[in-house]
Structure formats: structure tokens, C-alpha cells
């Protein structure tokens, strides 16, 4: 078993920057791949930004140049720095943790930017 905690969440002017940040316990040995996905009102749940163990990544085409991601393995987290933030940004934003058997969610934490 995986638990995974997620802060940072937060209310956010257009042009603005957040950090999200994942914890993880439990079960960490097993986790291969780290990320965040979000969810906006009315729409599917959709891939924000994904990190492996080694540290390659791989981004939504949507926040390529303007979201970072970046893990520290010997912490077990996971970070989302968020620049130049736009109104279709809005999400709940939510860490996964993929081990070879299981998929784990955070609660989600809620990014709202404002125009």
C-alpha cells in the first residue's frame, strides 16, 4: 500500500506560479513512476505531467515549457512547479504513484487561476 498527500493547492492570478507537492509512505520501494493528473469541471480526468525513477519525464503539450516536474526519491515526492499560469489551468490537480501492480491516488488539491 501506497498513501500519497498532496499541498500547494491555491487561488492564483493568469500569469501567476504555484508548487504542488506529493508525499508518499507506505510501500514506496515499490513505486515506479510518479505524476499529476488533473480534473476540470465537466471534463476527463487528463495527464499533467508524468517522472520516472530515473527522472525522465514526460508532459502534456498543454503545459510543455511552463510546468516542471521533479521528484527527490530519497523523500519519496513529487513536485509541480507551475509557471505562467492560465485560466484553463483550473483543476483538481491529484498525485499518482504507479507501482507494478497498483495505481495510488491523492486526494487532489484544487488550482484555481483567475483572469
Known amino acids: 500500500q501506497v498513501q500519497l498527500v498532496e499541498s500547494g493547492g491555491g487561488l492564483v492570478q493568469a500569469g501567476g506560479s504555484l508548487r504542488l507537492s506529493c508525499g508518499a509512505s507506505?510501500?514506496?520501494?515499490?513505486?515506479?513512476?510518479m505524476g499529476w493528473y488533473r480534473q476540470a469541471p465537466g471534463k476527463q480526468r487528463e495527464l499533467v505531467a508524468t517522472?520516472?525513477?530515473?527522472?525522465?519525464?514526460n508532459y502534456a503539450d498543454s503545459v510543455k515549457g511552463r510546468f516542471t516536474i521533479s521528484r527527490e526519491n530519497t523523500k519519496n515526492t513529487v513536485n509541480l512547479q507551475m509557471y505562467s499560469l492560465k485560466p484553463e489551468d483550473t483543476a483538481v490537480y491529484s498525485c499518482?504513484?504507479?507501482?507494478?501492480?497498483?495505481?495510488?491516488w491523492g486526494q487532489g488539491t484544487q488550482v484555481t487561476v483567475s483572469s
Open positions: 499518482v504513484a504507479v507501482t507494478s501492480l497498483h495505481n495510488y
Open positions: 507506505g510501500s514506496t520501494f515499490n513505486i515506479n513512476t
Open positions: 517522472i520516472n525513477r530515473i527522472g525522465i519525464t
